[in-house]
């Protein structure tokens, strides 16, 4: 096979970009699988040998240090990591897994790859704790136990160890099946000619969503060069989207002007972490606190956009306490906010609901929906 189009040896020079460049997973991998001239079963390959090593790093290093007396250098271990994924987790044949992952390796490092690559293929993996079997920071286990209980939230940590399942609504557009649930809640019941702001629109899953149903949207964001996404998706779907840059905090428009103004809010995204690979190694304890603060002074903003009878949806990628009751919580006692829970198949979640990744094999999402008093 030629070099260029070796998915291993790809795969190895994407965990290089992420590890030394902090490259983000998916854009690394998408600019290398375009220049590739791979085939679609060795991108898919490729795919998962990134996607996977990255999820499963710290249980991967686990196994590998049982068999290493020293630190190797990051290239090497890299190359180890790949094989243990292989071999563990990926269903690849032994032999197949430890000859072509070696020769990936550096050549003076081959002959160590080749004794800890065959060695792990044959060792049955004892785990000190569910942190390192599942290949979590100890922080996301131990919140989410707090949070969602040890049951759920272990069945949720499991699940996005797990590739995402493609989805794709009638008009073509790949978007999760929670993230569609959320678009079709917000425009539930919406009048005739109603008119929706998405605050936190980028890339414009939702946005376009609620365009399709004939709503007239307002897309918002705060990044130029993301709203251009936006647009870009709303020109190829063929619906309209008003565009408008803007600070959510701080919202242009004027008051009681939306039926509808949904908050999809920049969050910690522990609710997604099998389609963002990297994430859990990105995500800091601090981040969360910061997050909801932010959370609840784009709600403060929003509610006095919506018209008197219009309703106000908050939504949030993530499943922690503080991003989503707790959030729902502070804002209630600042506002006079009159809750209305959405039905199945959102699980009951304070006065919201909530979706797990492992009870649709989604997104784990959490939507809360007011009525302004």
């Given at each position: 096979m030629n070099a260029a189009g070796d998915p291993r040896r790809i795969a190895h020079?994407?965990?290089?970009?992420?590890?030394?460049e902090g490259a983000y997973a998916n854009l690394a991998l998408g600019a290398a699988l375009g220049r590739s001239g791979m085939d679609r079963r060795?991108?898919?390959?490729?795919?998962?040998?990134v996607y996977g090593t990255t999820r499963m790093r710290r249980a991967c290093d686990h196994l590998i240090d049982r068999f290493l007396h020293d630190d190797v250098e990051p290239d090497v271990r890299r190359v180890l990591r790949l094989g243990v994924y292989q071999l563990r987790w990926a269903g690849v044949p032994p032999h197949?897994?430890?000859?072509?992952?070696?020769?990936?390796a550096p050549k003076r490092a081959r002959g160590l790859c080749n004794a800890v690559l065959r060695r792990l293929a044959e060792h049955e993996p004892t785990w000190p704790s569910p942190a390192i079997e599942?290949?979590?920071?100890?922080?996301?286990?131990?919140?989410?136990?707090?949070?969602?209980?040890?049951?759920?939230?272990?069945?949720?940590?499991?699940?996005?160890?797990?590739?995402?399942?493609?989805?794709?609504?009638?008009?073509?557009?790949h978007q999760d099946r929670a993230s569609q649930l959320v678009a079709a809640l917000t425009v539930e019941d919406l009048p005739r000619g109603g008119t929706v702001l998405d605050l936190c629109a980028a890339p414009g899953g939702k946005a376009t969503a609620m365009a399709g149903t004939g709503a007239r949207v307002v897309a918002a964001d705060l990044r130029l060069s993301?709203?251009?996404?936006?647009g870009d998706n709303a020109e190829r779907l063929g619906v309209g989207c008003h565009l408008v840059q803007a600070d959510g905090v701080r919202p242009p428009f004027r008051r009681a002007s939306f039926d509808r103004v949904l908050v999809d809010a920049p969050c910690s995204g522990l609710g997604v972490l099998r389609r963002r690979?990297?994430?859990?190694?990105?995500?800091?304890?601090?981040?969360?606190?910061?997050?909801?603060?932010?959370?609840v002074g784009l709600l403060e903003a929003a509610v006095t956009l919506v018209r008197p009878g219009g309703r106000l949806i908050y939504s949030v990628c993530t499943v922690t306490a503080a991003e989503t009751t707790g959030v729902d919580e502070r804002i209630r006692s600042v506002v006079d906010l009159h809750a209305d829970p959405p039905g199945a198949p959102w699980r009951p979640f304070g006065s919201g609901g909530l979706l797990l990744p492992q009870d649709l094999d989604s997104e784990g999402m959490a939507v809360f929906r007011y009525r302004p008093g």
């Open positions: 020079e994407v965990l290089r970009r992420i590890d030394e060795d991108r898919a390959f490729c795919t998962d040998l197949a897994a430890v000859s072509a992952t070696v020769d990936v599942l290949s979590y920071p100890d922080w996301i286990i131990d919140r989410l136990v707090a949070d969602l209980g040890e049951a759920d939230a272990l069945g949720a940590l499991m699940t996005m160890n797990t590739a995402s399942p493609a989805v794709t609504r009638p008009d073509g557009y993301r709203l251009r996404l936006v690979a990297d994430a859990r190694w990105r995500i800091e304890r601090e981040d969360i606190g910061r997050l909801a603060d932010l959370q």
